[in-house]
């Protein structure tokens, strides 16, 4: 089976522009989470999905982050406008329902400058 | 709210030699999971053990086991026979089990480990 894929795998943009990470989970997987890892610090909890829905978006640090998962398949993260503190990398992961362990993509690698 | 701290950023081992990795975490929980992932330079995380704190019994997977200990809150790492494949970020990381369905995990910061030839 496919794995998690995510693109793009790098993104280098400046101050003030947009950018928009795409995650595409595991067929079939209703859960889909994001994380964020900033340079040397923890891998931090961003939010999760149940298919379409948001079930816990907690982790998302301020109103410039919207993520969506439109139909329940793949999901988006946008940033907009970014700011230097939201170089890092991001990771999506996806599971199926219940207690099954998660499965992590390579991750963007976002470069604000 | 839960913590998980990894004290050593950086360790490295002789090819197959044995390496154990530190894990520490705090919580006011009596029930939940506790897994060591593995980020390698392709950068993608797999699982590598997984430890349902109800169980004293250590979870082993071939070369890799962990100690853990719950009334301490230590849950470390050990590679056995270490591989030039097995380089790589070691990540700790705890999930409540509160949430059912909700594989919302805690990580540490990381280590990466340096295999020698």
């Known amino acids: 089976e496919a794995g998690v894929t995510q693109f793009p795998s790098h993104s280098v943009i400046e101050k003030g522009q947009t950018v928009t990470l795409r995650c595409d989970p595991i067929?079939?997987?209703?859960?889909l989470y994001w994380y964020r890892r900033v340079m040397g610090k923890e891998i931090k909890f961003l939010l999760h999905?149940?298919?379409?829905?948001?079930?816990?978006e907690s982790g998302m640090p301020n109103n410039r982050f919207l993520a969506e998962r439109t139909g329940g398949t793949y999901s988006t993260l946008k940033v907009q406008p970014a700011e230097l503190e939201d170089s890092g990398v991001y990771f999506c992961?996806?599971?199926?329902?219940?207690?099954?362990?998660?499965?992590f993509g390579n991750g963007t690698r976002l470069t604000v400058t | 709210a839960q913590t998980v701290t990894q004290s050593q950023p950086e360790m490295s081992v002789q090819e197959a030699e044995t390496v154990t990795l530190s894990c520490t975490y705090d919580?006011?929980?009596?029930?939940?999971?506790l897994f060591w992932y593995k980020q390698p330079p392709s950068r993608q995380m797999i699982l590598v053990i997984r430890?349902?704190?109800?169980?004293?019994q250590n979870a082993t997977e071939n070369r890799f086991s962990v100690n853990f200990q719950k009334a301490a809150k230590s849950f470390s790492l050990k590679i056995s026979d270490s591989q030039l494949g097995d380089a790589a970020m070691y990540f700790c990381?705890?999930?409540?089990?509160?949430?059912?369905?909700?594989?919302?995990?805690?990580f540490g910061t990381g280590t990466r480990l340096t295999i020698i030839p």
């Open positions: 919580t006011s929980e009596s029930d939940y999971y």
């Open positions: 999905f149940v298919k379409e829905s948001k079930q816990d």
């Open positions: 430890q349902e704190a109800y169980k004293q």
């Open positions: 990381a705890y999930r409540s089990r509160a949430n059912f369905g909700n594989e919302k995990l805690t």
């Open positions: 992961a996806s599971s199926q329902v219940g207690d099954s362990p998660l499965h």
């Open positions: 067929s079939g997987h209703d859960n």
